[in-house]
């Protein structure tokens, strides 16, 4: 008797612009990653919540939204973000709320340049090759916490207050969940990012933390950056750094920035995640909704492809690794072959490179 096949659910929302092209080209590998592997299979559940919708109808997900995730096994997220929809009410109204109500206190972003991609980094850096690293984002507090406010909004005296809040309890969970990662990275090592010098009550309760979470990982070598510091090391040192952990916002510039110099923005992964698996987890690529080659079919879908395979990690939890692994590998053999979209000076376009991807997964 064949064992039955663990079907996982999925919750898609392929948000705005170029999310929708890419979601497509990921469900479409995945299918294919799945058949081939045989044990396993996606039950695919569409949300049509887009800047689109919320301009026709009020709202990017309805109230009980929240309470329809929770059912599934994992979300796969598009992007967010359209001109007509002003961009903090496109992030509040999707993104943000999900990671907040669904505990995904963690943002994972890996970052290395795969084959047969030219890294800005051969014009500057002694090793190009050398840059590999995996960005740890605290992903609940700090500068997206939302607190804040407007006063006299209309006036020449308009004020307006933007109040990071970082807690003990949320820098001590990111800190454990960085330190746990840099141990299982082969340089085991970790450097955590800042601005305690200016900012001198919630970056140096982070450094205080850091220094106390760090005496419980002895095996791990530890440094400190200021940011600004941080975006020249990364540039002119990449092999220096393996593991980085930062916070909400500061992760998110660095991300960009990591992701640019390995190749494009359009190949960058994240996942969103709650450690407990209390609640699904996010995945997503780290690009936004590009309206200005939205439905052009010509989106750089590899992000949204090694996001995949995060997923697949995450949903194995130790079992489906060597999955994520061989399509990180189809990836790389298509990246190396030459089929690459314009951004990363190819000539292919989304639906190419996804339908190689999907013959190299099959061979
Ligand atoms: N695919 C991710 C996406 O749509 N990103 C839009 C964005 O601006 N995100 C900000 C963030 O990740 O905090």
New binding site residues.
């Given amino acids: 008797m064949p064992s039955e096949k663990r079907v996982y659910k999925i919750a898609t929302i392929p948000?705005d612009g170029i999310?929708v092209d890419i979601t497509e080209a990921a469900i479409q590998v995945l299918d294919k990653l799945a058949a081939v592997d045989g044990t396993f299979t996606f039950q695919w559940n569409e949300f049509d919540w887009s800047s689109k919708n919320f301009k026709e109808r009020g709202w990017y997900m309805p109230p009980d939204g929240m309470e329809q995730l929770k059912k599934f096994n994992a979300i796969y997220?598009?992007?967010?973000?359209w001109p007509d929809v002003a961009d903090h009410i496109s992030?509040w109204g999707l993104?943000l709320p999900i990671r907040n109500s669904m505990n995904q206190y963690v943002n994972v972003r890996p970052t290395r340049i795969l084959r047969g991609i030219t890294s800005p980094l051969s014009q500057c850096a002694k090793q190009p090759r050398d840059l590999d690293w995996v960005i740890v984002r605290e992903n609940s507090e700090g500068e997206?916490a939302g607190q804040g406010g407007t006063t006299h909004g209309h006036t020449p005296h308009a004020v307006a207050t933007e109040v990071s809040i970082f807690t003990r309890v949320g820098i001590e969970r990111i800190m454990r969940f960085a330190f746990d990662t840099a141990k299982l990275r082969p340089r085991k090592k970790l450097t955590m990012v800042t601005k305690s010098n200016a900012q001198r009550h919630g970056m140096v309760l982070w450094d205080t933390i850091f220094h106390d979470v760090a005496k419980e990982y002895p095996d791990i070598t530890w440094d400190k950056m200021l940011v600004d510091a941080m975006t020249v090391r990364m540039v002119n040192q990449p092999q220096t750094l393996d593991t980085i952990v930062a916070t909400n916002l500061h992760a998110?510039i660095l991300s960009d920035l990591a992701a640019a110099l390995s190749g494009s923005i359009g190949i960058a992964p994240s996942s969103n995640l709650d450690p407990t698996r209390g609640c699904p987890s996010m995945f997503?690529?780290?690009?936004?909704?590009a309206p200005d080659i939205a439905g052009k079919g010509i989106a750089n879908p590899v992000g949204a492809f090694w996001s995949a395979a995060e997923m697949v990690r995450w949903l194995g939890n130790g079992e489906l690794d060597h999955v994520a692994d061989g399509l990180m590998e189809a990836i790389e053999k298509v990246t190396e072959a030459g089929v690459k979209t314009r951004d990363l000076a190819g000539s292919s376009n989304t639906k190419e490179v996804t339908e190689a991807v999907c013959k190299e997964i099959e061979v």
């Fill in positions: 948000g999310g997220f598009g992007a967010v973000g992030l993104i997206y998110d997503e690529p780290i690009h936004g909704s």
